[in-house]
């Protein structure tokens, strides 16, 4: 994208900004231009790659894990790193926080898993693998934890509480596990690899059920969204891959392509929690936020300095995480994305309608209502209060919805 349509987003102009952080050699600072439509805002206080980063506790903290060897728990209301952990002996590749973040785990070069609490710092107990840990995550139920390796490209299930091994899987994948992840109900594991594939693991039957391939380099991240209807791998072949894996319709027509994507490998990829946009990171040093209903990119994000090694969505799909090789941490504001300029006449283009949602009154294209009806209603407030709402749909084909106590 030119230079102009950066100017429009975010573009950085170092007016640092001091934060109790500096007791942690950290600190915080919006950094965009005075008319910026999209916010963002930076956060310092590691040395070397931030190789990932999450929302955790609600998304009052953010948790992230570098090539300096230790993990750190940022405050997200101040901006300052509030907890370092420096268990590790070598890079820390990945650090995930239970859901309500009172503890956290982080995988390593050095061949191990630590698990921590954090209020305390202190650690509960540490495993390891026969190679580079790479990768991790969570169980829903927060029982266990997967992790992936290099070198014996095996993944391991652990009880969070104990340590204790709980499984071994072995011979999944050919070469390095990139990403390992529960599905929704626990009963699948995901798994992207670099030997070119992803792979789903169905935990009761003991076998892999799904093998996705097509991609012609290294599948560096896969996400899957929160209803498993879409699976979304990225590569290093600068491809973007969605597959229905929720009918298996990839069988037959194959997955579906987001183009224009980015000039370079891409890292990493995140589902919004509707599941309707998919946000993307890459050595290009540029974070792509798309539309996979109507398969159009709505948001270019520009700022990094070097590669985007990791991305995240905030619950709210207000806030989007960034970090990379630049040694920071970006928090981007996206909360009012469909009111961009930009946004409206790449909708446009395409032939897409936007429409006002009767709740919150925020525009969302036509294509972005689902199968159950809710017309004149934006998925994600649907989402938010399905237990709330009432749709009543009128003989006109206009709809009233009754948000109660909301």
């Known amino acids: 994208m030119a230079d102009m349509d950066a100017d429009a987003f975010a573009v950085e102009v170092f007016n640092e900004l001091k934060t109790e952080g500096e007791l942690l050699h950290s600190s915080a600072a919006w ?19 931030v190789k990932s980063c999450q929302f955790c506790a609600n998304a009052s903290k953010i948790l992230t894990a570098s090539y300096d060897k230790s993990v750190l728990l940022w405050d997200v209301a101040t901006g300052a790193s509030v907890k370092r952990f420096e268990k590790h002996s070598a890079f820390v590749s990945q650090a995930k926080a239970s859901a309500d973040g009172t503890r956290i785990f982080s995988t390593g070069w050095d061949k191990q898993v630590h698990m921590y609490d954090a209020e305390t ?93 097509g991609h012609t380099n290294i599948v560096s991240d896969s996400a899957c969204s929160s209803n498993e209807r879409r699976l979304a791998t990225v590569s290093w072949d600068k491809s973007i891959r969605l597959w229905d894996i929720s009918t298996g319709e990839y069988r037959s027509k194959g997955c579906e392509l987001l183009t224009k994507a980015h000039e370079g ?111 004149g209603v934006c998925v994600f407030c649907r989402l938010q209060n399905k237990s709330k709402n009432q749709i009543e749909h009128l003989d006109d084909n206009t709809t009233v919805a009754t948000l109660d106590d909301i």
């Open 265 to 375: 490998s891409i890292s990493s990829c995140d589902f919004s929690q509707d599941g309707c946009s998919l946000v993307t990171g890459g050595y290009d040093h540029q974070v792509l936020v798309w539309d996979v209903d109507n398969m159009v990119q709505k948001l270019r994000l520009q700022g990094h300095l070097d590669w985007v090694e990791d991305v995240c969505y905030s619950p709210d799909q207000k806030w989007i995480l960034s970090c990379g090789k630049d040694t920071t941490v970006r928090l981007w504001n996206v909360e009012n994305a469909e009111n961009i300029t930009m946004v409206k006449e790449s909708y446009k283009t395409i032939g897409l309608r936007l429409q006002n949602c009767v709740h919150c009154g925020k525009p969302f294209s036509s294509g972005r209502t689902d199968s159950q009806g809710g017309n």
């Open 31 to 49: 950094e965009h231009e005075q008319l910026a439509q999209v916010k963002v805002r930076v956060l310092r206080g590691h040395k070397d790659t």
């Open 121 to 213: 710092g202190y650690t509960l107990w540490s495993g390891g693998h026969d190679g580079i840990v790479t990768c991790g995550g969570w169980s829903q139920d927060e029982k266990l934890i997967v992790t992936g390796s290099d070198l014996d490209m095996s993944v391991r299930i652990w009880d969070s509480s104990s340590g204790s091994l709980v499984d071994a899987i072995t011979g999944l994948h050919r070469s390095t596990i990139t990403s390992v992840y529960f599905s929704v109900n626990d009963d699948k594991i995901f798994t992207s690899s670099m030997d070119y594939t992803a792979k789903v693991w169905d935990r009761k039957f003991k076998r892999n059920t799904i093998t996705l391939e």
